[in-house]
C-alpha cells in the first residue's frame, strides 16, 4: 500500500504520464479479494455492517496539483493525524520526536531512505492499526488486514536487509515486529521461538547487553535509547519464555544495562551532553509503566530459571522469591496500583488496564511459583503457605477475568479500548481455573464423604469456578480455545457439583467485579500475558474429554 506524504512534499516535475486503471471495485472489497456488485454501498458492505466504508476509487483529474491531492487526503486519513497528534499516549523503545522528524525528512527526498527507517515505520503503522479501538469509525471490519498488510511490508524489509547487515533500527523493526505477534494470540507458539532467539543474538552482537557507561564515544542520549531497547527485549524474552514454559534466551547475569530513566521524550535530545535525573513516577511519564513492570518481569525471569532448572531447587529458595515478588510490588507507584474496582472509572481506560495487567501479572507469577507445592501440602503442613497462597492468587485471578469481561461489554469502560485489555478468553486465567478444579477435587475427595456440610471456602471457589465456566462457555462462539476450555470444565464441574452437595448448576455465579476476601495472605499484584509450564495442556479434542476422571490429574 502506498503511503501518503506529508503537504511539504516537493511538486513531481512533468514526466511521461502513466495513466492507472480505475480499480472497479470498492476499496474493502479489493482489500479482501472479494467479487464487488459496484452498488452504494455494495452487498459485502452492507453484510458486515461497513456502508460508510464503502468507497470506490476516482480518477486523477490531469494536471491537478499533487500536493493538493495529498493534503486533502491527509485531512482525511487517520494514521497521518494520529502521527502528528501531541497528546497522543506513547511508549516505546524508539524516541517519538525523532520518528516524526525523519518522518518529514523521508519525504524530502525518498529515494534516500533506508530500508530498516521504511520497515520501522510500517511496523509503527501495523502496530497502531491493530491496537486502534475496535469501535473506530475509520477501519471498521478493516483494521486487522491492514495491520496484518503493513506487518508483511516490514518483514520484506526486515528480510531485504539480511540479519549479516543488521543495525540498531533493524532491530528496531525486529522487536515490533516481534510484538506484534505477541499481542496477536494466532501467532502465538513455536514460531516465536526462532524469532526472539536472532532478536537477542543480534542484540548481543550489538553490545546492548552491556551498559553504556562502558562506551566512552557514545552519547548520552544513544546509550539511553540503547538502555530502552534492550529493557524491551528483556520483557518480551521473559513473558515469551514464561508463557511457553520454556528457559529464557537472555538469562540473569548475560548482561549489565541498567534500566532506563523515568523520563519523557521532551527530557532527551541528540545534542544533549548529559541525562537529566530521573522524574518521580507519575501518570504523566508514560514511561513508568514499562520500568515497573520490568521490576516485576526481574523477580519472574529468576522464577522461570528456576522451574525450568534441572536441579532441585530448596523451598527455601522458593520463600526468598516469593518474599523478593512481594517486596517489588509493595514499590509498585500509587497511581498504578489496582486497589479496588470501585474507582477504576475514575482513571482513564489505559491507567486502568495497566493497573489489571501488574495485578494479573503478579498473581500468575505467584501461583506458578507454588503450584509445585501443592501435592506436598495434602501432608506437610510445611507447604501450607504455598497452598493458601496459590489458591488465594488463583481466586483474584479469576475475580479479575470476571470484572474484565463486565466492564469489556457494550456500556463498559473497557470496550472502546478492548483491544488494549487483557481478553476474557485468554490463557491468562486457565492456570487459575485448574488449580481451584484440582485444589476442590482433593478437598472432597479427601476431607469430607459424606456430603452433609459444604465449606464456605468450598463454595466461594465453586462459584468462582462457576463465573468463569459461563465467561468461557459464552465466548466459546468467537474462540476455539474458550470452547475447549468450557468443554473441560464443564466435565470437571459436573463431577465437582455432586460432591459439593449440589446436585445441580442453580448455583448462582459470582457477580463480577465483587472483590475476593478470601484468605489473608493475599498480595495484590501484577499482569499476565502468558502461559508457563505448569499450565496444563488444553489443546485436546474436546470428544477426547468425556471421560475425566478427577483421579487422572496430577498436582
Not at 128 to 144: R, T, V
Not at 294 to 309: A, F, G, Q, T, W
Not at 448 to 456: G, I, M, N
Not at 497 to 515: H, I, Q, T, W
Request: aromatic share 8%; proline share 6%.
Amino acid at each position: 500500500m502506498d503511503l501518503v506524504p506529508p503537504s511539504n512534499l516537493p511538486a513531481i516535475p512533468n514526466s511521461t504520464a502513466k495513466r492507472n486503471r480505475v480499480p472497479l471495485s470498492c476499496n474493502p472489497c479489493r482489500i479482501r479479494k472479494l467479487r464487488c456488485d459496484r452498488q452504494q454501498p455494495c452487498h459485502n458492505c452492507m453484510a458486515r455492517g461497513s456502508g460508510n466504508l464503502c468507497i470506490y476509487a476516482n480518477g486523477v483529474t490531469q494536471g491537478r496539483d499533487v500536493n493538493d491531492s495529498a493534503s486533502q487526503y491527509r485531512a482525511k486519513g487517520p494514521i497521518q493525524g494520529r502521527l502528528c497528534n501531541e497528546d497522543l499516549f506513547y511508549r516505546s523503545s524508539t524516541h517519538w520526536d525523532n520518528v516524526l522528524a525523519e518522518y518529514q525528512e523521508h519525504w524530502k527526498n525518498p529515494s534516500l531512505t533506508s530500508l530498516s527507517w521504511l520497515g520501522l515505520l510500517y511496523a509503527i503503522f501495523s502496530l497502531a492499526i491493530y491496537f486502534l479501538p475496535a469501535a473506530s469509525d475509520h477501519y471498521i471490519g478493516l483494521s486487522g488486514t491492514l495491520a496484518t498488510l503493513y506487518h508483511a511490508r516490514s518483514g520484506q524489509c526486515v528480510t531485504r536487509i539480511g540479519a549479516n547487515k543488521a543495525n540498531l533500527q533493524t532491530l528496531q523493526v525486529m522487536i515490533a515486529r516481534c510484538v506484534f505477534g505477541f499481542s496477536n494470540r494466532e501467532d502465538w507458539g513455536a514460531g516465536l521461538i526462532p524469532d526472539i532467539g536472532a532478536i537477542v543474538r543480534i542484540a548481543m552482537r550489538l553490545g546492548l547487553h552491556r551498559d553504556p557507561s562502558h562506551f566512552p564515544n557514545m552519547t548520552p542520549f544513544q546509550g539511553e535509547m540503547r538502555r530502552r531497547i534492550w529493557t524491551i527485549l528483556c520483557q518480551i524474552d521473559t513473558l515469551s519464555s514464561f508463557h511457553l514454559g520454556m528457559p529464557a534466551a537472555i538469562r540473569t547475569g548475560d548482561g549489565d544495562t541498567e534500566a532506563p530513566r523515568n523520563l519523557l521524550d521532551t527530557d532527551i535530545d541528540e545534542a544533549m551532553s548529559e541525562l537529566p535525573p530521573s522524574r518521580p513516577f507519575s501518570q504523566h511519564v508514560p514511561l513508568g509503566y514499562m520500568l515497573v513492570k520490568n521490576d516485576i518481569l526481574s523477580v519472574m525471569k529468576r522464577v522461570v530459571e528456576s522451574l525450568n532448572s534441572i536441579h532441585e531447587k530448596r523451598y527455601e529458595v522458593v520463600l526468598q522469591l516469593d518474599r523478593d515478588l512481594a517486596q517489588v510490588y509493595a514499590m509498585i507507584p500509587a497511581y498504578l496500583r489496582l486497589n479496588n474496582w470501585e474507582n477504576a472509572h475514575n482513571d482513564p481506560p489505559y491507567l486502568v488496564l495497566q493497573k489489571v495487567q501488574l495485578d494479573t501479572l503478579y498473581h500468575q507469577i505467584v501461583s506458578v511459583l507454588h503450584r509445585r507445592y501443592l501435592r506436598e501440602a495434602r501432608s506437610d503442613s510445611k507447604y501450607a503457605v504455598s497452598e493458601q497462597r496459590c489458591v488465594d492468587s488463583s481466586m483474584v485471578l479469576l475475580n479479575h477475568q470476571a470484572t474484565i469481561y463486565k466492564k469489556s461489554q457494550p456500556g463498559g469502560y473497557l470496550n472502546p479500548n478492548f483491544r488494549y485489555a487483557i481478553p476474557p478468553e485468554g490463557m491468562n486465567f486457565t492456570l487459575a481455573v485448574m488449580v481451584l478444579c484440582l485444589y476442590l477435587q482433593y478437598r472432597t475427595k479427601t476431607k469430607r464423604k459424606d456430603l452433609l456440610s459444604v465449606d464456605t471456602k468450598d463454595q466461594q471457589l465453586f462459584q468462582a469456578l462457576s463465573t468463569s465456566h459461563a465467561i468461557w462457555k459464552h465466548l466459546s462462539n468467537e474462540h476455539h480455545e474458550a470452547g475447549k476450555v468450557a468443554n473441560v470444565l464443564d466435565k470437571i464441574m459436573g463431577q465437582l457439583r455432586p460432591r459439593l452437595s449440589f446436585p445441580d448448576d442453580r448455583l448462582s455465579a459470582l457477580e463480577p467485579g465483587v472483590p475476593f476476601s478470601y484468605g489473608e495472605s493475599s498480595h495484590i499484584g501484577a499482569q499476565s500475558t502468558t502461559r508457563s509450564e505448569s499450565s496444563l495442556n488444553l489443546n485436546i479434542d474436546c470428544t477426547e474429554s468425556g471421560g475425566i476422571e478427577m483421579s487422572d490429574f496430577n498436582w
